[in-house]
């Protein structure tokens, strides 16, 4: 059985996460093989917010190289997560 912090990995702080923050939106690095529902719970258990929607991607791994030897880095998971009216993730 996961945890919720299992499921949530991070919170990704990249700029296109930042410029959504406004919005109420925010970005979360998840475990690749939970759902929606799951994410949803875990983050209003973690930050004690209420969600909206959840919308998650693949994002596949890119391509690395050592040397001569070619490979990948993972696919991992990312999960676009909208509040509520009036919630908020106090970032620091």
Known sequence: MLTSYDI???LLRTEKGSMMEPQRKYLFKVA????KLQIKKAVEE????????V?????????????????????WKKALVTLKDGQKIEVT
């Open 46 to 53: 973690i930050y004690s917010v209420k969600v909206d929607f």
């Open 8 to 10: 949530i990995k991070t």
């Open 55 to 75: 919308h998650t991607t693949i994002v596949p791994g890119k391509a690395k190289r050592v040397r001569q030897e070619l490979g990948y880095a993972p696919d």
């Open 32 to 35: 690749k093989t939970v759902n």
